[in-house]
């Protein structure tokens, strides 16, 4: 599976908007909404915020091409007892010329209220091919529109691969950004306490 970007501007009169739309599958949202959510948060050089955060049992996700059958994807917990938390990130750069943000594993770290942490996953390591769901007028299914042109869109924050093995971090320059989601396996029971940034950066959001 390929993995899609969009580079959004933030100042200026450019700007390539982000138009993918995300569903879950049973979503189940927190109960409580944090007044974190939706606010940015300032590092040395990046502007974080966590846009949404949505707990769900499992992930279905497609990847459609114009003229062609779609395929479907699902993603699902490893472990029993456990449950997916997902959550859509803006990564902005205002103030450095250039600024390397790294998304792996080590991008990012949940930590619950027990100082129990939880980093995210690849999308692309976890998901199965599967036939397209029964009553897909009834289905909650994200859909991730994919283009051949720049800007790309991204469905999942993620480093890119490449054909020759290589793995690239994205390089934003001053007043660009990276919108997306990032995915994380937790046990259903654990109310999430804080979510520490990692990549270009260090900071800290307390939910």
């Given at each position: 599976?390929?993995?899609?970007?969009?580079?959004i501007?933030?100042?200026?009169?450019?700007?390539f908007?982000?138009?993918?739309?995300l569903l879950?599958?049973g979503?189940?949202?927190?109960?409580?909404?944090?007044?974190?959510?939706?606010?940015f948060?300032?590092?040395?050089?990046?502007?974080?915020?966590?846009?949404?955060?949505?707990?769900?049992?499992?992930?279905?996700?497609?990847?459609?091409k114009?003229?062609?059958?779609?395929?479907?994807?699902r993603v699902s917990p490893?472990?029993?007892g456990?449950?997916?938390?997902?959550m859509?990130?803006?990564?902005?750069?205002?103030?450095?010329?250039?600024?390397?943000?790294?998304?792996?594993?080590?991008?990012?770290?949940?930590?619950?209220?027990?100082?129990d942490?939880?980093?995210?996953?690849?999308?692309?390591?976890?998901?199965e091919?599967?036939?397209q769901?029964?009553?897909?007028s009834?289905?909650?299914?994200?859909?991730?529109?994919?283009?051949?042109?720049?800007?790309?869109?991204?469905?999942?924050?993620w480093?890119?691969?490449?054909?020759?093995?290589?793995?690239?971090?994205?390089?934003l320059?001053?007043?660009?950004g990276?919108?997306?989601w990032?995915?994380?396996?937790?046990?259903?029971?654990?109310e999430?306490?804080?979510?520490?940034?990692?990549?270009?950066?260090g900071?800290?959001?307390?939910?």
């Open positions: 599976m390929n993995r899609y970007f969009s580079f501007k933030h100042r200026g009169k450019a700007a908007p982000l138009t993918f739309i879950l599958l979503l189940g949202a927190c109960a409580d909404v944090s007044p974190a959510i939706g606010k948060y300032t590092g040395r050089t990046l502007h974080v915020s966590v846009v949404a955060m949505e707990r769900a049992p499992e992930l279905i996700y497609t990847l459609p114009e003229a062609e059958v779609p395929k479907y994807y490893e472990e029993a456990n449950e997916l938390l997902l859509r990130i803006k990564v902005q750069n205002h103030t450095a010329t250039s600024a390397i943000v790294d998304i792996d594993q080590n991008a990012a770290e949940l930590r619950d209220f027990f100082h942490k939880y980093f995210p996953f690849n999308v692309n390591d976890r998901a091919e599967i036939s769901p029964e009553d897909i009834r289905q909650r299914v994200a859909r991730c529109p994919i283009s051949d042109r720049e800007p790309r869109n991204l469905c999942f924050l480093n890119t691969s490449y054909s020759d093995g290589s793995v690239r971090a994205f390089e320059i001053q007043g660009y990276i919108d997306g990032l995915l994380f396996e937790i046990p259903r029971e654990v999430i306490r804080e979510l520490r940034w990692r990549a270009g950066d900071l800290t959001i307390e939910f």
